[in-house]
């Protein structure tokens, strides 16, 4: 069975579904159809799906030129319906997974997608999941349930395993093809099946002991980030208070060779995986009685970033005599990082919220992501950056650093800008209405 599946997987006979067509499924499936296999999209969202074969692209590390060349040759197609997994060899789950509420990994959207694929799920096939989880998920919401629910035997005549997604959204030198994969396999028959599949299709395969190991190499990953921005941040709060320029220090840092990686602070941290992930290791380390100190010092740390932020521009507004309340303040850059449109987790939005808290009236501009809803369900729409517009705020407060912005042109205009990222400076450009945080 193992062997039939690899034969047909190294001479790209096998088909492919990739369930969850966002920023990670459809890069993943695009680079296995441009490897010759044929591959259906299967996603509940019908816009999606649409666009999809229309050759359309949602996602801006795929352009709709490549993903309509794909299209055209029947390569790539999507569907909202399950039945595709059925004529699949190989099944690749990239569905979302957030917190909860209460910051508990919700798990809701590997359950319904293994909940989808379940009645036409049979021997023969690789399933692997990819979306960012905690230890131990593939072999308890998947490989178990194909055992109890459908009589499959892992390993024997069905293969599951666990390859995280690196994707870094708008990295123009690193994506889905040529960084390298980790893969972990519920049983070394199922990591031999998976490794087999994205060794045709990706540039490298690195493969670990187990799909627990595999799932905690991304969290280890993310974790990496999330505490080593926590400490930089920490440390800018440091060098405020003792009136030392933080990003001096760091540039200055970076001079070494060997032993010193720079991260830099910032308004907090967004997107769809450093202020998430480690949550979900640090959830199921509790299981055992294990709490990661690292993790919920970090997580705290860049939660209250935006607090900071909005404490500077209070004070920097009352220098000027002028009280938060009834200020008009413009945001500039409402995407979590710089030349994107993804909103998620932004600390822009939570700043939106604090400022309009506190009685100000807040606008913002992006030139990537263009309109958000509020939490009043209100669709807002970025304020056009003609001439004149930023004289009429009191002040503007730079959250994301996109290139596409005219910082000279901000800089001459506006009346205070407190520069969440140090944009201005990096680009040679100062002021006296110019504030680093
Ligand atoms: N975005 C990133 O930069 C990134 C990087 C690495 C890993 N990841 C991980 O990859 C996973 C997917 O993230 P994403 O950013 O692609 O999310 P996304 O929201 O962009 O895409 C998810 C897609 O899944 C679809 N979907 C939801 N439920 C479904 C279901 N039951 N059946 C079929 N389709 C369904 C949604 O409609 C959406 O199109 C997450 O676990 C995330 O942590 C994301």
């Known amino acids: 069975m193992q062997d039939v599946l690899i034969g047909k997987i190294n001479c790209k006979d096998a088909k492919i579904v990739v ?14 159809a441009q490897s010759g296999f044929t591959v259906v999209g299967v996603d509940i969202s019908e816009r999606a799906v649409a666009r999809i074969n229309a050759g359309d692209s949602h996602v801006g590390d795929v352009s709709s030129e490549r993903l309509g060349r794909l299209v055209r040759a029947g390569k790539l197609r999507a569907t909202t319906d399950y039945a595709a997994v059925a004529e699949a060899d190989a099944i690749s789950i990239c569905v979302p997974t957030p917190l909860t509420k209460t910051k508990d990994p919700d798990i809701s959207y590997i359950t319904a997608a293994v909940d989808g694929l379940l009645p036409y ?3 023969g096939q690789l399933i692997v999941l990819e979306s960012t989880t905690y230890p131990g998920t ?12 459908k009589g499959l035997k892992v390993g024997e005549n069905v293969f599951v395993a666990f390859s995280p997604e690196r994707v870094d959204p708008g990295n123009p030198t690193w994506n889905t093809k040529n960084t390298p994969k980790v893969v972990g396999g519920v049983t070394p028959a199922c990591a031999e099946v998976a490794r087999s599949l994205y060794a045709t299709a990706l540039d490298k395969v690195h493969m670990v002991g187990s799909a627990r190991e595999a799932e905690t ?8 980030r999330a505490v080593n921005i926590g400490l930089v941040n920490e440390f800018m709060l440091m060098c405020d208070r003792l009136e030392i320029d933080v990003w ?4 200055a840092a970076s001079t070494k060779p060997f032993g010193f990686m720079p991260f830099y602070p ?9 202020p998430l992930d480690p949550l979900y290791l640090s959830w199921k380390a509790k299981a055992v009685d294990f709490y990661n100190r690292f993790i919920e010092l970090a997580t705290d740390i860049n939660g209250n970033m935006p607090r900071f932020v909005l404490q500077r521009l209070a004070d920097l507004l009352n220098d000027r005599e002028k009280p938060l309340k009834g200020s008009r303040i413009l945001i500039l850059g409402m995407a979590y990082k710089a030349n994107i449109a993804d909103l998620r987790e932004s600390p822009g939005l939570e700043l939106y919220r ?7 009236w807040v606008e913002f501009h992006d030139p990537h992501a263009t309109s958000f809803v509020s939490l009043l ?9 003609e001439s004149g517009v930023l004289e009429t705020f009191d002040a503007a407060l730079l959250v994301t650093d996109h290139q596409a912005f005219d910082y000279a042109g901000i800089a001459q205009e506006a009346r205070l800008v407190l520069d969440c990222r140090n944009a201005f400076a990096k680009r040679g450009v100062s002021g006296p209405n110019i504030v680093k945080l």
Do not use: W
């Open 19 to 32: 369930i969850g067509m966002g920023y990670v499924g459809l890069p993943l499936a695009v680079e296995l």
């Open 121 to 123: 799920v049979h021997v």
């Open 138 to 149: 593939t072999e308890e919401l998947i490989a178990e349930r194909f055992e109890k629910e």
């Open 217 to 224: 190499v991304k969290l280890l990953e993310n974790t990496f």
């Open 248 to 251: 001096n220090v760091i540039d």
């Open 266 to 274: 910032g308004p907090g941290i967004g997107g769809h995986c450093i």
């Open 354 to 360: 604090l400022l309009r808290q506190k009685g100000c």
């Open 377 to 385: 369900g209100k669709t807002v729409l970025s304020t056009p950056l």
